[in-house]
């Protein structure tokens, strides 16, 4: 079973950008759809955006749309989650996932955390 770890958050201030790492081992994303997810403290996990690894089509919450583009690389087995123009709101662990078409997301990673400051 593909295992997932994320990447790449941190501390920053609003208006900055931070680009998310989410990274196979065990396995390869192949077939598979990545999604990443965000749960504020409090706050249900919520969806922020997904790719399928075999067309790249992707598909963004709107909370995040214009901000956020999702994207991967082949060769790394990597998917990423770039963001831009951070807000206090995007503040939550981020959280990567796989799922096969039409199945739930699975293989959660431990997340990472992102805090933005005003």
């Known amino acids: 079973q593909v295992q997932l770890v994320e990447s790449g958050g941190g501390l920053v201030q609003a208006g900055d950008s931070l680009r998310l790492s989410c990274a196979a081992s065990?396995?390869?994303?192949?077939?598979?759809?990545v999604g990443w997810f965000r749960r504020a403290p409090g706050k249900e996990r919520e969806f922020v955006a997904q790719?399928?690894?075999?067309?790249?089509?992707?598909y963004l919450a709107k909370s995040v749309t214009g901000r956020f583009a999702i994207s991967r690389d082949n060769a790394k087995n990597t998917v990423y989650l770039q963001m831009n123009s951070l807000k206090p709101e995007d503040t939550a662990v981020y959280y990567c996932?796989?799922?096969?078409?039409?199945?739930?997301?699975?293989?959660w990673g431990r997340g990472t955390q992102v805090t933005v400051s005003s």
């Open positions: 996932a796989v799922a096969s078409p039409g199945r739930e997301f699975r293989s």
């Open positions: 790719i399928a690894w075999g067309d790249g089509s992707t």
């Open positions: 065990n396995g390869t994303f192949s077939s598979y759809i």
